[in-house]
Nanobody
Framework: QVQLVESGGGLVQAGGSLRLSCAASGRTISSYGMGWFRQAPGKEREFVAAIDWNGGRIYYADSGKGRFAISRDNAKNTVYLQMNRLNAEDTAVYYC???????????????????WGQGTQVTVSS
């Protein structure tokens, strides 16, 4: 079982940027698709971005297209989420997750991810 630890969250003014990191330990994630999800207070968890195990496919939720960028460094066993032009609607706890099955096309569906981090809070002040 892989352990995932998110970092990089915090308080930022609207229009600002944050870079989230997700460090994996316990096993390599180089063969696994990775995703970022978020959950705002009173709302359901929602998909943010996902990247194939080899970076071949990248998906974004409409809310993040043109503002967010997911990337991975398999040598560091780490996945990143660069978030630019943040707004109040981006306020949420952000979670990274690893696909259940290696070497397959990554999904946007949370049910396809088996390992989750504890989350990092992102708060955008308007």
């Amino acid at each position: 079982q892989v352990q995932l630890v998110e970092s990089g969250g915090g308080l930022v003014q609207a229009g600002g940027s944050l870079r989230l990191s997700c460090a994996a330990s316990g096993r390599t994630i180089s063969s696994y698709g990775m995703g970022w999800f978020r959950q705002a207070p009173g709302k359901e968890r929602e998909f943010v971005a996902a990247i194939d195990w080899n970076g071949g496919r990248i998906y974004y939720a409409d809310s993040g297209k043109g503002r967010f960028a997911i990337s991975r460094d398999n040598a560091k066993n780490t996945v990143y989420l660069q978030m630019n032009r943040l707004n109040a609607e981006d306020t949420a706890v952000y979670y990274c997750a690893a696909d259940l099955i290696p070497l397959r096309a990554v999904s946007r569906e949370a049910r396809n991810f088996g390992s989750w981090g504890q989350g990092t809070q992102v708060t955008v002040s308007s």
